[in-house]
């Protein structure tokens, strides 16, 4: 009899227990918190941060409050880190104030002529090669030890600015690699006027620098040549020499870090995959007054909001852990060409492979607040946990309704996508971009009492509910085949 009523206690406690047994929707409530969300926003977008400008003592102020409210939530760091960040090679760059370049005969002026891409302030001399494009493929069999390469900017099919400054910035690399005394490049493309690119270039830059030795750095030009004129004088002449000189150019690390923190899952098996919540915590710093006098770039869409989603995603799964593990990043420099994030994927503190889903939160800004729009949301299988959670709190998801503005590629998603993770964005609802969203886009004006946080608490509701259906889910997201990363994906994960 004894045993009996035993029995009927522990199935009585068990079905006690089970009943008791939050849902995701029940768990996503009882985190997230309108005042909460408001409360983060309001600080990180402050105009104490003065616009968290990568490189600026601000940011760093930034990276302190977001690790101390991971640490807070019970987010535990991650082994290999250095305590809640890995430090991220950055060099700031300030612009020459004069210089002059020629080579056989013919002079250039800085900015007229040629612009400064990256160097050091001083004379440089050396013998001249030319490796067509200055690809890695241009190097087999060639000596530039000590010589100053030259080479066509772009690679023959690449057009837009952002492309020729991708491997423009690879080619430095090569040929610093290959212990060049300097690069110089034909600019050739009509795509951006040479006047835009001074402006670009006459500006302290920040660039990822894993030497961080100021001795490795090397004069890195761009030519003005819309004609081909001087690519070809330098074909039809026997150019031996260049000489180079360079005045007022500043080079200095920064200080700056991505942030990192880990909850584990719950499952034996399920843990050992990585759902990784990301966002960049930076933003443009301090600039041209607006016609009300104000300087302070806040960032509050861009990306306080989505700086905010993952804090949100952290302290929800920091008490209600998940099936699968979570890993929580923050990024630095992602307004200076995804930096942080790159560095993270190249340098990674836990294998890529272990990461299975990316899922990253961006914004521009709204201008529909009955949707989110997710950026890749049909790339991946994790669509209609995505769409369920959306429609859970009265919000649709739609996918990216702006394709001419390759936002897929201008977020730090796409970081990891090319190593074959999973990875879409997670963005405020927009249909188009328009006028509504330029008013704020990296704009003066865009400070915190300009959101409307009913939205916002729904947005973050949805972000964070999807989030565990994900997580708990019984199969993985992955890449719908056909897409552009879905071998890669494959190769990745050793599913061939």
């Given amino acids: 009899m004894k045993n009996h009523i035993k029995t009927l206690c522990i199935t009585a406690l068990v079905i006690i227990s089970a009943c008791s047994e939050k849902t995701d929707m029940e768990k996503m409530l009882d985190t997230v918190n309108q005042q909460t969300i408001k409360d ?37 760091p991650v082994k290999g880190a250095d305590g809640y960040f890995q430090s991220v090679p950055l060099r700031k760059k300030t612009p020459a104030t004069s210089g002059s370049f020629s080579y056989a005969g013919k002079n250039f002026n800085l900015n007229d002529d040629f612009l400064v891409v990256d160097g050091k302030s001083g004379t440089y001399e050396g013998e001249v090669v030319y490796l067509e494009y200055g690809q890695a493929e241009d190097y087999e069999g060639a000596d530039v030890k000590g010589k100053i390469v030259f080479a066509k900017a772009g690679d023959g099919n690449t057009s837009d600015r952002r492309g020729i400054l991708q491997l423009s910035r690879a080619k430095y690399e090569l040929a610093r690699e290959n212990g060049a005394a300097g690069l110089v490049e034909f600019y050739n493309s009509p795509a951006t006027p040479w006047a835009q690119l001074g402006f670009t270039f006459n500006r302290v830059n920040i660039t990822l620098d894993p030497n961080g030795d100021d001795e490795e750095i090397i004069p890195h030009l761009w030519l003005k040549d819309l004609k081909n004129e001087n690519q070809r004088f330098m074909m039809t002449r026997s150019i031996k020499r260049a000489s180079l000189t360079i005045e007022g150019m500043v080079n200095e690390m920064t200080k700056d870090k991505n942030i990192l923190a880990m909850v584990e899952g719950t499952d034996p098996e399920l843990k050992k995959e990585i759902i990784m919540f990301s966002a960049h915590y930076d933003h443009i710093g301090i600039g041209r007054p607006n016609a009300e006098g104000d300087s302070i770039y806040n960032g509050t869409r861009d990306n306080a909001i989505g700086t905010v989603t993952v804090l949100s995603a952290a302290e929800n799964i920091a008490k209600y ?25 190249d340098n990674p503190i836990i294998p890529n492979n272990e990461i299975v889903f990316c899922w990253n939160s961006d914004n521009g800004g709204y201008n529909d607040t009955t949707i989110s729009t997710i950026i890749g949301l049909e790339r991946t299988t994790a669509a209609q946990f995505i769409k369920d959670a959306n429609i859970a709190v009265g919000l649709e998801a739609i996918d990216d309704p702006a394709g001419e503005q390759g936002l897929f590629d201008r977020s730090d998603n796409v970081s990891f996508a090319r190593k074959g993770i999973p990875a879409p964005t997670y963005s405020l609802g927009f249909r188009a971009f328009d006028a509504e969203i330029g008013k704020y886009y990296h704009q003066a004006g865009d400070n915190p ?13 949805s972000y964070v509910l999807a989030s565990r259906m994900i997580g708990n889910a019984p199969d993985r997201p992955f890449w719908l085949e056909g897409d552009k990363y879905y071998e890669t994906g494959k190769k990745l994960y050793g599913m061939d």
């Fill in 40 to 76: 983060h926003i309001y600080y990180i977008a402050s105009d104490d941060l003065k616009g968290r400008d990568t490189g600026s003592p601000e940011i760093l102020k930034a990276a302190d409050y977001i690790a101390n409210e991971l640490k807070t939530y019970g987010a535990k």
């Fill in 321 to 345: 852990p998940m099936k699968r593990s979570a890993l929580f990043v923050l990024f630095t420099g992602e307004e200076k060409g995804l930096l942080g994030s790159r560095y993270l994927a």
């Fill in 449 to 461: 009492e300009t959101v409307d946080y009913d939205y916002l608490e729904k947005f973050f509701k």
